[in-house]
T-cell receptor
Framework: AQKITQTQPGMFVQEKEAVTLDCTYD???????LFWYKQPSSGEMIFLIY??????QNATEGRYSLNFQKARKSANLVISASQLGDSAMYFC?????????????FGKGTLLTVNP | DAGVIQSPRHEVTEMGQEVTLRCKPI?????LFWYRQTMMRGLELLIY????????DSGMPEDRFSAKMPNASFSTLKIQPSEPRDSAVYFC??????????????FGPGTRLTVL
């Protein structure tokens, strides 16, 4: 079975600084995809970034980048130059290949607060 | 482009009443997912449709829950009769093709259901 662990229930960062949100995963499948979603207080789930297990480079999307360390089974989200609007819940999720490859397994999330 | 549309955004009802949640997926997406989010259990997949056909309903809590997808642009999740423990945020998500690792699920704004 797949498992996503987000060990930081809450994180604080000063505006304009960078912050790293931790995510570790557990799977025996060599082929998998990792996703990060943002959930602001308004409630919607917003897709941020994707990393495939065979991708040679770390994924980047604007101010978001993924620090993918395959041997350590970690896929940490790095947000550069934090903004007040980055305050939200952040979820890491994983999908593996195989029969139920449509399923996303989510972590419990990290609540990020950006201070002015 | 319009994202996933859900209605209503908020629903307050009394125990025993029927509740119907609605979802319009992104045009061209052939996979649709219903999720439930609670503080205790996080995000849970309730049911997955592919090309309007239910593929996996193993997450549906019990017979009180039912879901339909009569066409590619509309799905409903019905709870009858509703109970207080059904109170949660219900998300609909859609994706281009549910069976690939890179397939990204795009979520609707959610319906916050409160059963009194």
């Amino acid at each position: 079975a797949q498992k996503i662990t987000q060990t930081q229930p809450g994180m604080f960062v000063q505006e304009k600084e960078a912050v790293t949100l931790d995510c570790t995963y557990d799977t025996s499948d060599p082929s998998y995809g990792l996703f990060w979603y943002k959930q602001p207080s308004s409630g919607e789930m917003i897709f941020l970034i994707y990393q495939g297990s065979y991708d040679q480079q770390n994924a980047t999307e604007g101010r978001y980048s993924l620090n993918f360390q395959k041997a350590r089974k970690s896929a940490n989200l790095v947000i550069s130059a934090s903004q007040l609007g980055d305050s939200a819940m952040y979820f890491c999720a994983m999908r593996v290949s195989g029969g139920s490859n449509y399923k996303l397994t989510f972590g419990k999330g990290t609540l990020l607060t950006v201070n002015p | 482009d319009a994202g996933v549309i859900q209605s209503p955004r908020h629903e307050v009802t009394e125990m025993g009443q029927e509740v119907t949640l609605r979802c319009k997926p992104i045009s061209g997406h052939n996979s649709l997912f219903w999720y439930r989010q609670t503080m205790m259990r996080g995000l849970e997949l309730l049911i997955y449709f592919n090309n309007n056909v239910p593929i996996d309903d193993s997450g549906m809590p019990e017979d009180r829950f039912s879901a339909k997808m009569p066409n590619a642009s509309f799905s409903t999740l019905k709870i009858q009769p509703s109970e207080p423990r059904d109170s949660a945020v219900y998300f609909c998500a859609s994706s281009l093709a549910g069976g690939t690792l890179t397939d990204t699920q795009y979520f609707g704004p959610g319906t916050r259901l409160t059963v009194l």
